[in-house]
């Protein structure tokens, strides 16, 4: 089965999470594990896949988990830049949902009262163990700053799948994000549209990057607005029409893979 590592970003509101986790789903059809990484701090991947209410309000943030990451990393004053995290230590930070392996990162704590470097490099020392030492596939859903990516981590991500909607600020989002993911050394960055409307709008995104980069399109669908709504936003992700969509692009992209 080829292993990938997929980065999904976007500009808040064009409907990220919910492709991040259609395509999660997609994927957990064709893997027998599939790690789900909810690495933006606003988002509710958690509920998109399905995972309830009360169920994801008890997943605490990696960056939270003060005691787990002490007995990995060290305690006291002094602990390890480079902290051993084998799969035993990643299933300490995992929810198990069917196949799906949920984790939530938590924000990348900044300046303040208190030092979070210890927190901080154990939350890089762990998205490298996922992206670099994992054979499963990974999906990460990533804020537009994709923050939790460094230059040595973002070395594992097979693919940053950007998603946008038809309109200025989605795509220089988009262009935003090509560039930092290039920065980083991601060589493979692709596009999808969302919320499309008519066959103008289709082309504005298609002429807004380069030939081959965008991957898809979704159109838009009232039922899915309508469910996003609903307090089980696990209803707009189990769609069958964007599950459909998901699935073709998940297709292009174990296609890519094995080719390359």
Not at 46 to 74: F, H, N, Q, T, Y
Not at 99 to 110: P, Q, S, T
Not at 232 to 241: G, V
């Amino acid at each position: 089965m080829t292993c990938v590592k997929i980065a999904v970003s976007g500009k808040g509101g064009v409907g990220k999470t919910t492709i991040a986790a259609a395509l999660i789903k997609s994927f957990a059809e064709t893997h027998q594990a599939v790690y789900a990484v909810d690495g933006d701090p606003d988002a509710c991947l958690a509920a998109a896949l399905g995972i309830s209410r009360e169920e994801s309000a008890r997943i605490k943030p990696v960056v939270e988990m003060g005691d787990k990451i002490k007995s990995i990393s060290g305690e006291g004053v002094f602990y390890t830049l480079n902290p051993t995290i084998d799969d035993r230590s990643i299933d300490e930070f995992v929810y198990r949902h069917g196949n799906i392996r949920f984790m939530r990162m938590g924000d990348v704590k900044k300046g303040g009262s208190q030092c979070y470097c210890r927190e901080n490099t154990f939350l890089q020392a762990l998205v490298s163990a996922l992206l670099l030492d994992k054979d499963e596939a990974v999906i990460m859903d990533m804020g537009a700053g994709i923050e939790h990516l460094s230059r040595g981590t973002a070395r594992g991500v097979n693919l940053m799948l950007v998603v946008v909607e038809p309109s200025l600020n989605s795509v220089n989002t988009a262009l935003n994000v090509k560039k930092m993911a290039a920065d980083l050394g991601i060589a493979d960055i692709k596009v999808v549209g969302n919320k499309i409307r008519s066959d103008r709008e289709r082309e504005f995104i298609e002429k807004s990057f380069q030939p081959g980069e965008v991957l898809g399109f979704v159109n838009f669908n009232n039922d899915i607005w309508e469910k996003s709504m609903d307090q089980d936003s696990a209803c707009a992700s189990a769609n069958e029409d964007l599950l459909h969509g998901m699935r073709e692009v998940r297709e292009k992209i174990l296609g890519e893979a094995g080719g390359s």
